[in-house]
């Protein structure tokens, strides 16, 4: 089954204390992407990934690193987590990214952080 | 600065009567436009687009409007059913370079049977 799958589901944590949403697509999709979800905000890009290697910042990517060592992986780190870092995350994939595929966005189920 | 907003946070409607969900931008460079649907516990999932240079497109009981003078579209769902029941998120896109997706805030749909 195509999927984008995101672990964990569910994920309460400390200030302070370096964490790693993990995200992989069975698909072979070339772009990846992180979003958070906030209330009142909508949906806000932290960062994107056009291929192996290639990587680029979104709205919002204070606080965030990613990777994109591999094609079908895409972590997102957390190095130093405060509370305002607490929120609904989304990991989307897609073959490409251009104006004739680009409602080809598969997103995962998401990640609730809390950090305490 | 909110380029996309929808301001409804939510909206309730009769199960069978039409439901119609707004979105306004202010980018001009936008110029493709996509609605998406949530449910809770799962991820977006794409629901119907439209590119500038339409006004309309329809796809079964799903109709999106631009209106491009006005910087605004509107989600027409006709008849409304219980399963349309989600959070919906509008999207505007760029075809200048920009690979990103920029999102509203989102519209909770509430069908009531």
């Known amino acids: 089954e195509a999927q984008v799958t995101q672990n964990p589901r569910y994920l309460i944590t400390v200030t302070g204390k370096k964490l790693t949403v993990t995200c992989s697509q069975n698909m072979n999709h070339e772009y990846m992407s992180w979003y958070r979800q906030d209330p009142g905000l909508g949906l806000r890009q932290i960062y994107y990934?056009?291929?192996?290697?290639?990587?680029d910042k979104g709205d919002v990517p204070e606080g965030y690193k990613v990777s994109r060592k591999e094609k079908r992986n895409f972590p997102l780190i957390l190095e130093s987590p405060s509370p305002n870092q607490t929120s609904l995350y989304f990991c989307?994939?897609?073959?490409?990214?251009?104006?004739?595929?680009?409602?080809?966005?598969?997103f995962g189920s998401g990640t609730q952080l809390s950090v305490l | 600065d909110q380029q996309v907003k929808q301001n409804s946070p939510s909206l309730s409607v009769q199960e069978g009567r039409i439901s119609i969900l707004n979105c306004d931008y202010t980018?001009?460079?936008?110029?493709?436009f996509l609605w998406y649907k949530k449910y809770p516990a799962e991820g977006p999932t794409f629901l119907i687009s439209i590119s500038s240079i339409k006004d309309k497109n329809e796809d079964g009981r799903f109709t999106v409007f631009l209106n491009k003078s006005a910087k605004h579209l509107s989600l027409h769902i006709v008849p409304s059913q219980p399963g349309d029941s989600a959070v919906y998120f509008c999207a505007s896109l760029s075809n200048f370079g920009n690979e990103k997706l920029t999102f509203g805030t989102g519209t909770r749909l509430t069908i009531i049977p």
């Open positions: 989307a994939s897609s073959p490409r990214w251009d104006i004739a595929t680009n409602e080809k966005l598969f």
């Open positions: 990934s056009m291929n192996v290697e290639v990587t």
């Open positions: 980018n001009s460079m936008f110029d493709y």
